[in-house]
């Protein structure tokens, strides 16, 4: 486990300067003491009492989307829906370097390597910044933006990111869009602060029972509509845990240590495995794959910037 992050402390890096605006209206930010201002609409975004920059909206904001309608059921035909298997041309060695354990190595095989060094990602709802170190490996200028969290470097919200157009190469969003009020609003500006051809990793409830307000948990094809309506390409949407161990874990059983969750479900586990081998010899179409969507927990997704 990594180290606690630390708010980001003023004055602010230029590089970070660079990319910021006004979440109300996309203005320059300029420092001011320790606070920023918005040279267009003179906001003033002071620091929170752990010395965060506070760029979470001051005000409403209206917020309007065009959805594309009359698609159909069509589309789906260049995801990846399996379980994700580890690239076998990974662009960045993480070996050596103590990682969460939500960061599989089939996972971290896929993470992309900074074009240039330094160049900026963000870490969209990054909770403490533990995703600092494997970010940084990669060689990238880590942003780590949370709505409400005393160690996150930076605080926002989701749904009005603080940053000007096409600003990072990568974006990670880990566990965080079933925590999203409006999620086609923060995947449209995950979209908008991204490259042309930039990367969007992340993960999102499906199974896992109602969390820390979780909103909209998202089925794989929930997950690849919405991306696709927010402009990206998706590449890969893979079952993540089973929903029995979720649901045991958070819901059944919360608090039992894992193992014996494990000993708990054991007796349904096998039942349901044995079922579902069986009916794969007697039903065309329950094949292992469609087992592992229809009971996952989560979705780990892997999108590209599609200009
Ligand atoms: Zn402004």
């Given at each position: ?5 630390r ?11 660079a ?20 040279a267009?609409?003179?906001v003033?975004y ?9 760029l ?7 917020a ?25 041309h ?8 103590t ?26 709802g ?10 940084e490996r ?58 042309p ?5 992340g ?5 896992e029972?109602?969390h820390?307000?979780?909103?909209q ?52 586990w ?8 069986l ?29």
């Open positions: 486990m990594q180290s606690p992050d708010p980001q402390t003023f004055p602010l890096p230029a590089d970070l300067l990319i910021l605006a006004c979440p109300a209206c996309a203005g320059s930010l300029g420092e001011n003491g320790e606070a920023l201002r918005c267009q609409c003179g003033e002071q620091t929170t009492k752990s010395g965060q920059p506070d979470r909206l001051r005000a409403e904001k209206q309007t989307i065009t959805f594309t309608l009359g698609e159909g059921f069509g589309g789906t035909e260049s995801v990846d829906w399996q379980p994700l298997r580890a690239n076998p990974p662009a960045v060695d993480f070996s050596a370097l990682v969460p354990n939500h960061f599989t190595p089939e996972l971290l095989s896929h993470f992309p390597k900074a074009p240039t060094p330094g160049a900026p990602m963000l870490d969209l990054c909770g403490t910044g533990l995703h600092r170190a494997v970010c990669a060689g990238f200028f880590y942003v780590g933006l949370d709505y409400d969290n005393p160690q996150a470097p930076l605080l926002g919200d989701a749904h009005a990111l603080p940053f000007r157009d096409g600003s990072f190469d990568f974006i990670i969003s880990i566990a965080v869009l079933e925590h999203i009020r409006h999620p086609a609003v923060m995947l449209r500006e995950a979209h908008r602060v991204l490259r051809g930039g990367m969007l990793i993960s999102v409830s499906f199974q029972p109602f820390e307000i979780s909103y948990h998202h089925s794989h094809m929930g997950v690849w509509s919405a991306l696709r309506q927010a402009g990206f390409e998706v590449l890969h949407v893979a079952p993540g845990w089973d929903g029995l161990t979720a649901q045991a874990r958070m819901a059944l059983l919360p608090g039992w240590p894992a193992a014996a969750v494990r000993v708990a479900t054991a007796p349904l096998l039942l349901h495995r044995a079922w579902w081998w009916l794969g010899k007697l039903r065309p179409g329950w094949e292992e794959l469609r087992r592992r969507q229809i009971a996952a927990g989560a979705f780990t997704f892997i999108a590209r910037h599609r200009s």
